[in-house]
């Protein structure tokens, strides 16, 4: 679940009105609405019903909003702690990456970082890669992963990855329906929201698929569109390594449509003067040496 429909879903929540809970999260009424109904279609319940002009939570809702309130609750301490010193007066590293690199990739090169510098402070945070483009120029940021490359005076690029590749996905029950060519011509086209070389990337896999999509679903997480399509809402277009798993599981099938694979290439961006630095580049060798073999290791 995304942390962003979860806090939406809590506010909504608490004021029992979709309306003034976009006011105060400066969203549209729309949008609330629609991060709710990700949600419910997520857990496959309602978490709202109406009577009259009333707003209440159901039964699953009222659950819902008890874990919500621990969650967030969990993470204003933890945000209260990471804000104080390091009792050791050790630097924290802050690594900059995409929700998806952040969920799947970094976990297990975290752990291995830890086993070696156990002291160590490190800050994982989750933005699109033009915001981590911005924070390692401003200096906000010590590492970050990008899709693509970067190129300036006084930053380091490091290619970490060009195996992986776009595919082009639908659940099997959708498959068992119909045949996965008219697939794209029946239900929703659901991509991801995003700017620069990944983007282009998926401009590229369409033209060169042919594909014209009638109806297009856009969402700014990776893993919205994974439980998307395997919620049999319509076929996604995602990067392969992050469906993996289910596609060898059998439980979501590939549309081969592009001639040529779409190969994604992705980035380490570092700026130049911060590589003297022993823990710094012991945390890059281990991305470096991991990175391609970690979603390999989980099948």
């Given at each position: 679940?995304?942390?962003?429909?979860?806090?939406?879903?809590?506010?909504?929540?608490?004021?029992?009105?979709?309306?003034?809970?976009?006011?105060?999260?400066?969203?549209?009424?729309?949008?609330?609405?629609?991060?709710?109904?990700?949600?419910e279609?997520?857990?496959?319940?309602?978490?709202?019903?109406?009577?009259?002009?009333?707003?209440?939570?159901?039964?699953?809702?009222?659950?819902?909003?008890?874990?919500?309130?621990?969650?967030?609750?969990?993470?204003?301490?933890?945000?209260?702690?990471?804000?104080?010193?390091?009792?050791?007066?050790?630097?924290?590293?802050?690594?900059?990456?995409?929700?998806?690199?952040?969920?799947?990739?970094?976990?297990?090169?975290?752990?291995?970082?830890?086993?070696?510098?156990?002291?160590?402070?490190?800050?994982?945070?989750?933005?699109?890669?033009?915001?981590?483009?911005?924070?390692?120029?401003?200096?906000?940021?010590?590492?970050?992963?990008?899709?693509?490359?970067?190129?300036?005076?006084?930053?380091?690029?490091?290619?970490?990855?060009?195996?992986?590749?776009?595919?082009?996905?639908?659940?099997?029950?959708?498959?068992?329906?119909?045949?996965?060519?008219?697939?794209?011509?029946?239900?929703?086209?659901?991509?991801?929201?995003i700017?620069?070389?990944?983007?282009?990337?998926?401009?590229?896999?369409?033209?060169e698929?042919?594909?014209?999509?009638?109806?297009?679903?856009?969402s700014?997480?990776?893993?919205?569109?994974?439980?998307?399509?395997?919620?049999?809402?319509?076929?996604?277009?995602?990067?392969?390594?992050?469906?993996?798993?289910?596609?060898v599981?059998?439980?979501?099938?590939?549309?081969?449509?592009?001639?040529?694979?779409?190969?994604?290439?992705?980035?380490?961006?570092?700026?130049?003067?911060?590589?003297?630095?022993?823990?710094?580049?012991?945390?890059i060798?281990?991305?470096?040496?991991?990175?391609?073999?970690?979603?390999?290791?989980?099948?």
């Amino acid at each position: 679940m995304e942390l962003r429909n979860l806090k939406t879903f809590r506010l909504a929540a608490e004021k029992l009105n979709f309306t003034q809970a976009a006011k105060l999260l400066n969203l549209s009424q729309p949008a609330v609405t629609a991060q709710i109904r990700s949600l419910e279609n997520e857990i496959g319940h309602p978490l709202f019903f109406r009577i009259g002009k009333q707003t209440f939570l159901t039964s699953r809702g009222a659950i819902m909003k008890r874990y919500a309130d621990r969650l967030f609750t969990s993470l204003d301490e933890m945000r209260r702690e990471l804000s104080e010193p390091d009792p050791s007066g050790t630097v924290r590293l802050v690594i900059a990456a995409s929700e998806t690199f952040c969920t799947h990739y970094f976990p297990m090169i975290i752990r291995k970082y830890l086993d070696h510098f156990p002291g160590s402070g490190i800050r994982l945070v989750s933005c699109d890669s033009d915001q981590v483009i911005t924070g390692i120029d401003s200096n906000e940021y010590d590492i970050g992963i990008i899709s693509g490359t970067y190129h300036k005076n006084g930053i380091t690029n490091v290619v970490i990855s060009e195996e992986e590749d776009l595919v082009l996905i639908a659940s099997q029950n959708l498959v068992r329906k119909q045949k996965p060519s008219e697939l794209v011509h029946h239900f929703p086209f659901i991509r991801y929201e995003i700017s620069g070389t990944f983007h282009q990337q998926m401009e590229n896999y369409i033209r060169e698929a042919g594909i014209n999509p009638q109806n297009v679903i856009v969402s700014s997480s990776l893993e919205a569109v994974k439980s998307a399509v395997m919620n049999d809402i319509g076929i996604g277009l995602i990067s392969r390594n992050l469906v993996r798993s289910e596609l060898v599981a059998g439980q979501l099938i590939e549309i081969p449509f592009n001639k040529k694979p779409v190969k994604i290439m992705t980035s380490l961006i570092i700026a130049t003067h911060k590589l003297s630095d022993e823990r710094t580049m012991r945390l890059i060798r281990l991305i470096e040496q991991n990175w391609n073999a970690i979603h390999t290791d989980r099948l």
